[in-house]
C-alpha cells in the first residue's frame, strides 16, 4: 500500500530537534519510556476488553517482549496491548497535545547550558520520542485491538515521518530502533547486550504488572570446531521483570530508588519525587496507597485540561488513570497508586464519586499528604520549602474547598512577609512575634510584592513596626474572604475597615483626635460631596505617614481585586464604593483645608480634591477613570511651581 510522508506538528518537530542534539546524559531511559508505553497499551485492552465484550481483543497472554539483535544494531519492544488507529498515530505520534509544550520548549530552546537543558527535559519527559537518543531509525508497526488493519510509522526524527497502512500486523505495537553505530562500540551503551536488557529492565521496570520477556538471542555464528549440541537446546524467553507491586511489599524491601522508578512510570516526569508517602488502611474497606509529592509543578498545574495523577488499582490489576474521586483538587499534583480490595474491576468514574468508602479514602488519603506536609516543615524545612515554592499556589486553594482540614492548611501554608523579604513565615511564626497588645494578623494582598509593599495602607504598619503578610496570588484574594482567623486571632486587610494598631496609645491620641475631626468635619463633607460618584466617604486617616491620600475598603465589601476576579470567572457582583482617607499631617490636606476654610468656593479646590483621590488610587496600583483629565490637572499644576 502507499506511503505518504507527513511532517511533523511544529512543536513536536522542535522536541525532536533537541531530544536527538542534547546530551541527556542517562540515555538508558529510552527503554523505560517504551516499556511504560507499552504497559499502559497493555493496561488498556484488558479494561477496554472487559466493558466491551463485542471489541474482538486478545487478552490471553498480554505481555512486553524485547528482542535484540546485535548484527543488524536492532532493538525491538513489543507489546500485545490496546495498539492505535491509523489517526490516532498522527494524534499522539505527529504531535504533542499537552498544552505546556510551547512553553516548555520555549524554556528549552533558551536554556543556557546542557545542565538546564537537561533538567528541562527531565521535568518534562519526552516519553516515545527519546527513542532518537540512541537510535537514528525508529519502526512502529501497529494495530488497533478490534481492528483488522494495521498501520507503519517511520521517522529518523527529522522534519517528517511516512505512514503505511499495513494488511498484515499483530495486534499492539511493535517498536523497531536502528540504533546508532556509536552505541554499539561503546560497551556500555550497547543495547543490544542481553545483560545490558536486563539491567535496564530490573533498575526501571521491575514493578510492572506485566511480564517483560526477552526472546533469547541469535547464536553467534558457531565458531570453528565448537559443539553444535549447545545451540540446539530449545531456548525458552526468558522474564525479566519480578512483576511485584511495590505497594504490596513491605516497607523495607523496597528501597528508595525502586519506589521513585514507580513514581516516573505514574508522573512521566524523569526527575526524583520530592516525598514519597506510604499508607496501609486495614480493616473492612482494605487498601493501599503510595503516593508522591514531584519536586517539580508540571507547566499545565493550572491548565483546564490537567490530568491528576492517582491510579486506581484493584487486587493489583490497573482500572483508572486520573481518578478524580481520590484526590481533592487542590492536591492535583499529588502522583500514585492506590489499590483497593473490594472494589468491582467493572467499577466507573460515576460510582466512584458517590461512593461512601470512596469519600472516606479521599478523606484520609488528603489528612495523609497534609500531615506529610507539616512533618517535612520541621523534618526537612528544605524540602517543606521547595514543596511550598511549587505547590503552595495550589495548595493554599484548599482553604476555600476543604472546610475540614482547613486549620491544618494554614498551618502549613507559609506566606511572605515584612518581618523577612527572603523567608516566608508561617502563621504561628507570626503569631509569636506579635507585639503587646496585638490583636490581628494583619495582611494586604495585591498584584506584586513591590506594588503591595509601596502601597500607602503600609505606612502607618512600617512605621510602628508591625508585620503585614503580603499576599499577591490571585487566590489570596479568595480565600481571605473565607478564613476568619488563626489560633483565634483574626485575620486583618490593613487597606479594610479602620486600623486598629495598639489600643492604648489609640487612648491617649483619642483627644487629639477628636479636635482634628472638628477642625476638618466640613473639609470631610464638602469633599464627601464632591467626590460622592466614587467614594461613599471620606474620613481622616490613622493609617498614613507619608502619603497624602489612600483608598481603603469598608470591612465586609469586596475588595477591587476581588470585584476583577470574579468579574472575570463570569460572575457579575456589584461596585462597592470605597472610603477615601485623608492624611491630615500631609501639607496638601491641611493646606486644602485652611484653603477651603477661607474660600469653599473656588473651583481649584474641586480640582484639588479630585487629585486626592487619583494619587490614591495609584498609588494602589489601581487604575484612573479618566487619565488624560488627572495629567492635565497634574501639568498645570507643575507649570505653576515653575
Ligand atoms: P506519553 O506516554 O507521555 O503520553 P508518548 O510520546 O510516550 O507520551 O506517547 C504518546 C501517546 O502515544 C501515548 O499517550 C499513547 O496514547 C500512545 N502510545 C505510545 N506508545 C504506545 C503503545 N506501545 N501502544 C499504544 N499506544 C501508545
Not at 463485542?54 to 490496546?82: K, P, Q, Y
Not at 520477556?213 to 570453528?224: D, G, I, K, S, V
Not at 468491582?344 to 468514574?349: D, G, I, K, Q, T
Not at 523577612?420 to 512575634?433: C, D
Request: glycine share 6%; charged share 30%; proline share 4%.
Amino acid at each position: 500500500m502507499a506511503t505518504e510522508t507527513f511532517e511533523f506538528q511544529v512543536e513536536a518537530r522542535q522536541l525532536l530537534q533537541m531530544v536527538i542534539h542534547s546530551i541527556y546524559s542517562n540515555k538508558d531511559v529510552f527503554l523505560r519510556e517504551l516499556i511504560s508505553n507499552a504497559s499502559d497499551a497493555l493496561d488498556k485492552v484488558r479494561l477496554e476488553a472487559l466493558r466491551d465484550q463485542d471489541l474482538g481483543a486478545d487478552v490471553s497472554d498480554l505481555h512486553i517482549e524485547i528482542e535484540a539483535d546485535r548484527e543488524t544494531r536492532t532493538l525491538i519492544v513489543r507489546d500485545n496491548g490496546i495498539g492505535m488507529s491509523y489517526d490516532e498515530v498522527i494524534q499522539l505520534i505527529g504531535t504533542i497535545a499537552n498544552s505546556g509544550t510551547a512553553k516548555f520548549v520555549k524554556e528549552l530552546k533558551g536554556a543556557k547550558d546542557e545542565a538546564t537543558a537537561e533538567g528541562l527535559i527531565g521535568q518534562f519527559g519526552v516519553g516515545f520520542y527519546s527513542s532518537f537518543m540512541v537510535a537514528d531509525e525508529v519502526e512502529l508497526l501497529t494495530r488497533r485491538a478490534g481492528e483488522s488493519e494495521g498501520t507503519r510509522w517511520t521517522s529518523s526524527g527529522e522534519g517528517t515521518y511516512t505512514l503505511e497502512r499495513v494488511e498484515e500486523a499483530p495486534q499492539g505495537t511493535t517498536v523497531t530502533l536502528r540504533l546508532r553505530p556509536a552505541d554499539t562500540e561503546d560497551q556500555l551503551h550497547d543495547y543490544t547486550a542481553p545483560w545490558k536488557i536486563r539491567e535496564i529492565v530490573k533498575r526501571y521496570s521491575d514493578f510492572i504488572t506485566w511480564p517483560i520477556r526477552m526472546a533469547a538471542p541469535t547464536p553467534p555464528p558457531a565458531a570453528e570446531g565448537e559443539a553444535e549440541e549447545a545451540d540446539a537446546a530449545p531456548r525458552e524467553p526468558e522474564t525479566l521483570n519480578s512483576m511485584k507491586a511495590l505497594w504490596a511489599r513491605s516497607r523495607d524491601e523496597v528501597t528508595d530508588d525502586e519506589y521513585h522508578e514507580l513514581y516516573k512510570h505514574i508522573s512521566h516526569d524523569w526527575n526524583d519525587p520530592l516525598e514519597t508517602i506510604r499508607l496501609q488502611a486495614e480493616g473492612t474497606f482494605e487498601y493501599q496507597a503510595l503516593l508522591f509529592v514531584p519536586a517539580h509543578a508540571p507547566h499545565d498545574l493550572f491548565s483546564q485540561g490537567y490530568q491528576r495523577g492517582i491510579q486506581l488499582y484493584v487486587k493489583r490489576v490497573f482500572v483508572m488513570d486520573d481518578c478524580e474521586a481520590l484526590m481533592p483538587p487542590y492536591l492535583r499534583f499529588v502522583k500514585g497508586v492506590v489499590d483497593a480490595q473490594d472494589l468491582s474491576l467493572n467499577v466507573s468514574r460515576e460510582i466512584l464519586q458517590q461512593d461512601r468508602q470512596i469519600q472516606l479514602m479521599r478523606r484520609r488519603l488528603a489528612k495523609k499528604v497534609l500531615s506529610t506536609v507539616k512533618e517535612m516543615m520541621t523534618g526537612s524545612p528544605e524540602r517543606y520549602a521547595t514543596l511550598w515554592g511549587e505547590f503552595g499556589r495550589v495548595l493554599k486553594e484548599g482553604l476555600l474547598s476543604d472546610d475540614d482540614n482547613r486549620e491544618t492548611i494554614l498551618a502549613v501554608s507559609s506566606f511572605a512577609s515584612t518581618h523577612a523579604p527572603e523567608a516566608p513565615t508561617t502563621l504561628k511564626q507570626y503569631v509569636e512575634r506579635m507585639k503587646e497588645g496585638q490583636e490581628h494578623i494583619f495582611y494586604l494582598t495585591g498584584e506584586s510584592r513591590q506594588v503591595i509593599e509601596n502601597s500607602p495602607h503600609m505606612e502607618a504598619f512600617r512605621a510602628k513596626g508591625v508585620e503585614v503578610l503580603l499576599l499577591t496570588d490571585p487566590v489570596d484574594e479568595v480565600w481571605v474572604e473565607a478564613v476568619t482567623g488563626f489560633e483565634g486571632k483574626e485575620l486583618r486587610s490593613v487597606a479594610k475597615g479602620e486600623v486598629p494598631l495598639g489600643a492604648e496609645e489609640e487612648q491617649e491620641k483619642g483627644e487629639e483626635r477628636e479636635q482634628r475631626r472638628q477642625e476638618y468635619a466640613e473639609l470631610l463633607s464638602w469633599m464627601g460631596g464632591q467626590l460622592g460618584e466614587d467614594v461613599k466617604e471620606v474620613r481622616l486617616s490613622a493609617r498614613l505617614t507619608v502619603s497624602p491620600s489612600c483608598l481603603v475598603s469598608d470591612t465586609h465589601d469586596a475588595t477591587p481585586a476581588l470585584e476583577n476576579l470574579y468579574r472575570a470567572m463570569g460572575q457579575e457582583i456589584p461596585h462597592s464604593k470605597r472610603i477615601l482617607e485623608l492624611n491630615a499631617d500631609h501639607p496638601l490636606v491641611s493646606g486644602l483645608n485652611k484653603a477651603h476654610g477661607e474660600r469653599a468656593d473656588e473651583p481649584a479646590l474641586a480640582e484639588t480634591a479630585e487629585l486626592l483621590y487619583g494619587m490614591a488610587l495609584l498609588a494602589e496600583g489601581g487604575q484612573l477613570a479618566d487619565p488624560s483629565r488627572f495629567i492635565k490637572l497634574v501639568a498645570e499644576r507643575a507649570e505653576r511651581a515653575l
